[in-house]
């Protein structure tokens, strides 16, 4: 089956640190992009940039730029997103999800189950 | 970056209605386009993609219309489980953007 597993819930305080985890399974996971997906709470979904594991390539969204890091770690099969330095503003639930590209399909076929973060003083 | 702005944000329907949820591209995205359905508390799931291509294991009262600029998601015979959020997203560029979702409710 496959699935991405990510990591439990954070609270954080401004200023703090955060690195959360996407795992992959059932799949090769190095051969496909994986996007991260920002959702505030009682917001839609905000599309904040995807990682190729394989290689690293990235793009974000330049509204993330600068703001985030994704990193991915292949020889374990997980993505990463992280923050230097929290603010309240990244309060949300973080969604990673696997990109299916094949023939006319490209979408986010397979999502994790989500990490909420919270970022409070 | 492309923006996707559906309509309506929400409705009322019963049980059995047939709804309708349109979505409309800044710029055309030929059929690059994307609907998912999105349960409280709940990870988003693929219903269509391509525009109008089925997910597999998504049940045949969604169906997915459209191309350029406008598109639609129509849901026949609402079950109680259709009641959710529903966005589309385009893919056609690098960046890709939802809408801001339409949350369909029961009457």
């Known amino acids: 089956e496959v699935q991405l597993v990510q990591s439990g819930a954070e609270v954080k305080k401004p200023g703090e640190s955060l690195k959360i985890s996407c795992q992959g399974s059932?799949?090769?996971?190095?051969?496909?992009?994986i996007g991260w997906v920002r959702q505030m709470p009682g917001k839609g979904l905000e599309w904040m940039g995807i990682?190729?594991?394989?290689?690293?390539?990235?793009s974000y969204n330049p509204s993330f730029q600068g703001q985030v890091t994704m990193s991915a770690d292949k020889s374990i099969s997980t993505a990463y997103l992280q923050w230097s330095s929290l603010r309240a503003s990244d309060t949300a639930t973080y969604y990673c999800?696997?990109?299916?590209?094949?023939?006319?399909?490209?979408?986010?076929?397979?999502w994790g189950q989500g990490t909420m973060v919270i970022v409070s003083s | 970056d492309t923006q996707m702005t559906q309509s309506p944000s929400s409705l009322s329907a019963s049980v059995g209605d047939t709804v309708t949820i349109t979505c409309r591209a800044s710029?055309?995205?030929?059929?690059?386009l994307n609907w998912y359905q999105q349960k409280p508390g709940k990870a988003p799931k693929l219903l269509i993609y391509a525009a109008s291509s089925l997910e597999s294991g998504v049940p045949l009262r969604f169906r997915g219309s459209g191309s350029g600029t406008d598109f639609t998601l129509t849901i026949s015979s609402l079950q109680p489980e259709d009641f959710a959020t529903y966005y589309c997203q385009q893919s056609n560029s690098n960046h890709w953007t939802f809408g801001q979702g339409t949350k369909v409710e029961i009457k």
């Open positions: 710029q055309t995205i030929s059929t690059s």
């Open positions: 059932g799949y090769r996971f190095s051969s496909y992009w």
């Open positions: 990682i190729f594991p394989a290689d690293s390539d990235t």
């Open positions: 999800a696997k990109r299916e590209m094949r023939g006319v399909k490209d979408a986010f076929h397979i």
